[in-house]
């Protein structure tokens, strides 16, 4: 097969990307290799040399100039990985498409074995990972983690377009992380609730020719458990499990800690009634007022309903609302009386008390214990009382939510609906690093959600952070063209020097993310 040429593109923010060539031979899977991110780091940083007060590319005579992914492929050697007949450095202009194309290098790391984190958070880059970016269809541009800043967040280093410490790891693209400093592929455990319980999975490690585990915390070796499908853990205990290679290495030992109280994982949810799942729990009005009893809504209400739920340990839970920011609370203080005209004829009783919002205050009133009925049902009773939240045989909008001190099998199930995540996102961007004087910045590409945008802002800020200009648009659709937003931004009579740009946007799931930081001159 006829290789094709590795061709070279000019990105508007990262410079060169690597564009994927043809290669069909399959990775050899490599746990074990050492390999020293301190060395890989230094290395990557030894590629670049100081000039005025910029860093500027200075390629290893050894290696030559190579491209993002010959870059990475340089650092990650020296810092230990060795090399095969699919990932290898000959000689200047001597090299296999594992090594030179970053979607190939993508490819083969994650054949080897190696963990890919997808769209990971600042935690789950380390010194000496491998960060990628979606670009050109693929995995297409490549980048070293050279260690983090006082912040915690990532600093990488990159070529084509010298990238050195850059502090805006993600540069706006969706981004995965593969995770080599330690060379050994590791299996997972997967834990999921059923009645009375939790059923275990456990992944093995790629390439594994046999799993063990524990269930007592213990260390697994060969002489332990070998995992042959999913089990039932009925009391909190550690699960151990380790991965034994075809190559007689241990995989690193993976531990996860079953907690059999804990009944549904954190995240926001909607909270609907079994009696009518198009109803929902929430705030009947826009107001974020204090005290505000709980009613039922119809699940196309047009303002918030979505409830960011927490474990605090010991199977309990606390309710927050995103619309408020108010927890949910009993408040049995109040008089059972002031319920009945909203409560349908057959609630049952005796009523204990109402549901409110209100300010955290690490009350036991506010906390709660989720039970598990089946399939994402469940009852929720309050930890202090024990009383169980209920609508009773209600199915309206309207009718309050209350506390009832005796268990029922239909106003007091509830189905805890996972809501959808925001995709919050700007595509085909386009600007210009070096701007004269004029009426407006243009701006070329488009933000979109799959919630309606609340808010997208363009600022300048000066070297001390202050705001020099901005502009807003509040769109209240899920898609905005920025060429809008541009025309709003005018750069008259500014100063002369370097400025950061960033472009921020907000939708209705909460959600607000920097899409833009780039660094622009103005002449």
Not at 323 to 335: A, D, K, M, P, R
Not at 429 to 450: D, E, M, P
Request: charged share 20%.
């Amino acid at each position: 097969m006829k290789k094709k040429i590795c061709q070279i593109a000019l990105g508007s923010l990262l410079g060169f990307f690597c564009v994927l060539g043809c290669c069909t031979t399959q990775a050899q899977a490599k746990p074990g290799d050492p390999y020293s991110s301190d060395k890989a780091a230094a290395y990557a940083d030894s590629c670049f040399k100081k000039v005025g007060n910029k860093h500027k590319k200075n390629p290893n005579k050894k290696y030559g100039e190579e491209l993002c992914a010959g870059y990475v492929s340089q650092c990650l050697k020296e810092g230990g990985m060795s090399m095969d007949e699919t990932w290898c450095w000959k000689g200047i202009n001597k090299t296999t498409e594992a090594w030179r194309l970053s979607k190939r290098l993508f490819t083969y790391l994650k054949n080897s074995g190696y963990k890919v984190t997808y769209s990971p958070s600042a935690s789950d880059v380390q010194k000496g990972d491998v960060v990628f970016y979606w670009t050109n269809g693929g995995w297409g541009h490549v980048a070293i983690c050279v260690g983090k800043n006082k912040d915690g967040k990532p600093l990488v280093n990159a070529y084509n377009d010298p990238h050195y410490h850059f502090s805006y790891w993600t540069m706006g693209y969706k981004t995965c992380v593969i995770s080599v400093q330690n060379g050994l592929p590791t299996p997972t455990i997967q834990q999921d609730i059923i009645k009375n319980g939790k059923r275990i999975t456990i992944t093995p490690a790629a390439n594994a020719a046999a799993t063990y585990y524990t269930t007592d915390g213990s260390t697994p070796t060969q002489n332990s458990s070998v995992y042959q499908g999913p089990f039932t853990i009925t009391k909190n205990t550690t699960i151990k499990a380790v991965s034994i290679m075809a190559n007689n290495i241990n995989s690193d030992i993976t531990a996860s800690f079953v907690d059999i109280q804990k009944t549904i994982e954190e995240g926001t949810y909607y909270i609907k009634t079994a009696n009518n799942r198009k109803m929902t729990l929430g705030i009947n009005h826009s107001s974020k007022q204090e005290k505000m009893p709980l009613t039922l809504l119809p699940s196309n209400a047009q303002y918030s309903r979505k409830v960011s739920v927490k474990y605090t340990g010991n199977g309990i839970y606390t309710f927050t609302l995103l619309h408020s920011g108010y927890v949910l609370s009993e408040n049995s203080t109040s008089t059972p009386a002031s319920l009945s005209g909203n409560v349908q004829a057959g609630a049952i009783r005796p009523v204990a008390g109402n549901v409110i919002q209100s300010k955290y205050k690490a009350d036991s009133r506010q906390k709660w214990k989720l039970h598990y009925v089946n399939s994402r049902r469940y009852t929720i009773t309050n930890a202090a009382t024990n009383h169980f939240l209920s609508v009773g045989n209600s199915k309206s909008s309207g009718s309050y939510a209350y506390t009832a001190s005796v268990a029922e099998n239909s106003g007091q199930v509830w189905n805890l609906t996972p809501t959808t995540q925001s995709e919050l996102k700007i595509n085909n961007f386009k600007s210009v690093k070096n701007i004269w004087f004029r009426k407006c910045y243009a701006l070329h590409g488009t933000v979109q959600s799959n919630y309606n945008l609340q808010s997208v802002t363009a600022q300048f800020t000066n070297s001390k952070g202050k705001t020099i200009v901005s502009a807003t648009a509040k769109p209240h659709t899920k898609k905005y063209s920025l060429a809008k937003l541009g025309s709003k931004i005018s750069l008259k009579h500014k100063k002369k020097g370097t400025y950061t740009f960033t472009i921020t946007a907000k939708d209705t799931a909460q959600d607000t993310k920097t899409l833009i930081h780039k660094k622009v001159r103005i002449h």
